[in-house]
């Protein structure tokens, strides 16, 4: 990962916009999106789904705000609106800029570091144990809008050491996730009992699962 895209704090308690975010191949990819996505939502034939309108929107909201937040002249709760929209749209370094909350900054400069990571990368952590049986410590924390990748993607958490990559589902998460989602749906209005014995029997032996 190039040193560029990660957001790195000054002495002031400041954050600075990494080198990286003002490359012509960021901006093309950014202006590349937000062409595409207006096409969809404009045109009456092109499928839309929640995701594109909430980016459209964004955008919207980033072109009347941005200006005022330039000139110093923007309010407490326009400057968050941006800070948010940013965040939409996938420029999580701008919205770590441009919010006042704390938590909200913290959140979007780990992410947009996330973003630029390899892929492959993961932390050194052991899977975790529970209840005997070994259950992965990689878990999607949120889903996001990826620059790099130019699509929703997930931002993928260690749950012992808090690493944090946006990348694919390694398979073996993807398997959980699709078992758990498969057992959720067979138990659904089932009383707790025979929820519990029907989980049991496919397979969820851990008390985490079946309690």
């Not at 309010?75 to 938590?103: C, F, P, V």
């Not at 990748?149 to 996730?177: F, Y």
Request: aromatic fraction near 4%; charge should be neutral.
């Amino acid at each position: 990962m190039s040193d560029n895209h990660i957001i790195k704090g000054d002495t002031d308690g400041k954050w600075e916009l990494p080198a990286g975010l003002l490359t012509k191949e960021h901006l093309a990819k950014s202006q590349a999106m937000q062409d595409d996505l207006a096409q969809r939502v404009n045109s009456p034939f092109a499928s839309k789904s929640t995701k594109d309108l909430e980016m459209f929107r964004a955008g919207i909201l980033i072109k009347e705000l941005e200006p005022l937040m330039q000139a110093g002249v923007i309010s407490a709760i326009d400057r968050e609106y941006l800070a948010e929209s940013y965040a939409s749209i996938g420029e999580y370094a701008k919205a770590s800029q441009a919010t006042a909350n704390d938590a909200n900054k913290e959140r979007w400069e780990a992410i947009w570091n996330a973003v630029f990571l390899d892929d492959a990368e993961k932390c050194n952590c052991p899977d975790a144990q529970h209840d005997g049986g070994r259950t992965n410590n990689q878990g999607v924390e949120e889903n996001v809008f990826s620059l790099k990748h130019l699509k929703v993607m997930p931002v993928i958490k260690c749950s012992i050491c808090g690493h944090r990559n946006v990348a694919q589902l390694p398979s073996r998460i993807s398997k959980e996730r699709s078992h758990r989602q498969l057992s959720i749906a067979a138990v659904s209005g089932m009383k707790p009992e025979d929820a519990k014995a029907t989980l049991t029997d496919m397979g969820h032996t851990s008390k985490l699962i079946v309690k």
